[in-house]
């Protein structure tokens, strides 16, 4: 693990790597959150400081309400990555995410030189060039934060804001796996950032679908003893699963909650939890397993499951098996399940 002392070293490392450089490419999970994004605009930061120029891609779409206020505020365009070739630029750089993630928007047979991340280290990572992967931080922006100031670039309004917003909601609001330097990093953003803008990012206006697939999630939703869970069918917003699942695990007597929808052809899941002894993402492995992938954090976790056809019958049988595998390994009952609405 990277101490916060070896972030000069660290940032010389990368310093030689952009310098004589002109283009880079920075990527994101599909559909990225306000930690990833934050966190590519400051490593483009960096980056322009020594001439590189950037552009910033993903695949999916930025689903969450607060998101895309944060993505207006900051005037952030993030490309589509199918319309990038990797042949325009000298150098790619992965964010928030690693190579052989499913939830990285890189084709696996493209190779960054660059990975920044705050997720358990993948064997893969270790064979890029240059890589900074910090497990015990709440955020990658956290890291970048500390790149920017050893490199003695003062973030402006719009970047501190979306740093700050970054590290806040991936540590929701520091309750969860917050590092000391993700507290240290806010302290010395806040006062850099817009509050008033803050604020309302958090309070982030929604479209009608919003309330439709939150009513969805909440009729369909089944408590099961600790456990609380529901399905949302199709849904166009990805970012509604995560939503539903951090709602669902404000239960006063839920320990693990789970949500899942199918979106672009298979089926994506989230677990959250409260319980220091069965992790999130052993839970979603346990779910997938054979069928799909995933992974995460201790208290948070996604995965997904590819349809081979995706039809009704398909999406039937596993609105029952995913649920079935989730009592299956918090060891919740089955039997005295009931509907919350
Ligand atoms: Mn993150």
Sequence with gaps: MTRRNDTPAKLEALTD????????????????????MAAAMALRKLANKLKVTCSIACSGTVGRAENRALVRYVNLKVREIAEMSPKW???IALVDTQPGQRNSSLPPRIKPQIVIDHHPIRPETRTVAFHDVRSTYGATATILYEYLQAASIKPDMPLATALLYGIRSDTQDFGRKAHQADIDASAELYGLANKRMLGAIQRGRVPLEYFRILATGLINARNCGRCIYSGLGVVENADMIAEVADLLLRYEEAEWSLCWGYHAGGALLSVRTISQDLPADR???????????GGGHPSMAAGQITLAADTVADRDRLDRLIPRRFLEITGCDAAVCRRIT
Excluded: C, E, W, Y
């Design 17 to 36: 790597l952009l310098k004589g450089k002109s283009t880079m490419l920075i990527v994101l999970q599909n559909n990225p959150d306000a930690d990833g």
């Design 89 to 91: 630029f000298n150098l």
């Design 283 to 293: 839970i979603v492995r346990h779910i997938v397993r054979h069928r799909g992938s």
